[in-house]
């Protein structure tokens, strides 16, 4: 089949068989019904892995994508993942699913439909998404990496801690920094991301980092 599109014929209706030819052309829809975004894809989250998530000014939205041709096998472990680690979620079904997706999905998830029509694909709005009741802030924060993690120790005022573990520096933003305020930084820092340069951040921190720990070790032999 190469890469060519994938889809078959369902009562006189085009079926769509491959999330990924889903992915570009909701990512059009969402930029015209959001506005300012940036897409992440393929993110961890606990035991499952978010297809997206959509950046937004103030949220981090997950979104899963269930062509045609998927099953819901893994949607109950997915759902309790994302609606620890995002604001708000949208489940992205194809037409097999779209009359039945709200009975397997909490009412804090949003549905948005794709069909073709025609020879585009169209998408809709079902329902629109709420905020996730069990959100967790220390593990949407997660998103970020060491040294984004540190700008916003930064930005807020707080010591480095450039000898703590990601995890302490988590919760002391999450317990110090009001949630609202911590929100926009998160979104400000993801949209900022260079993937070009952070690597060399990253190396640069662990660097630092070792030999932060090397002289520790030295003075506490010469005591």
Not at 20 to 30: K, Q, S
Not at 108 to 126: A, N, R
Not at 142 to 152: F, K, T
């Amino acid at each position: 089949m190469g890469h060519e599109e994938v889809i078959y014929e369902d009562h006189g209706r085009k079926m769509i068989t491959r999330d990924r030819d889903i992915r570009e052309p909701l990512f059009e829809f969402l930029e015209e019904q959001y506005g300012k975004i940036r897409i992440i894809e393929e993110k961890m989250m606990g035991r499952s892995r978010a297809d997206v998530v959509m950046v937004t000014e103030t949220a981090l939205i997950g979104l899963e994508i269930k062509s045609d041709a998927d099953t819901y096998a893994r949607l109950s472990r997915q759902i309790k993942d994302y609606s620890r680690y995002f604001d708000m979620n949208f489940v992205v079904v194809g037409t097999s699913h779209a009359g039945h997706i709200a009975e397997h999905v909490p009412e804090h998830f949003g549905i948005i439909t794709v069909e073709y029509v025609e020879d585009s694909l169209d998408f809709y709005i079902l329902r629109k998404p709420g905020i996730s009741p069990d959100l967790d802030m220390s593990l949407k924060i997660g998103i970020l990496w060491r040294p984004e993690l540190g700008q916003l120790l930064d930005i807020n005022g707080l010591p480095a801690y450039k000898q703590k573990s990601k995890q302490y520096v988590r919760k002391v933003l999450t317990d110090r920094v009001e949630k609202d305020v911590l929100n926009r930084q998160i979104s400000e820092v993801l949209f900022e991301r260079d993937y070009n340069t952070i690597e060399e951040q990253i190396e640069a921190f662990r660097r630092e980092n070792t030999k932060h720990r090397a002289g520790r070790r030295k003075r506490r032999r010469k005591a």
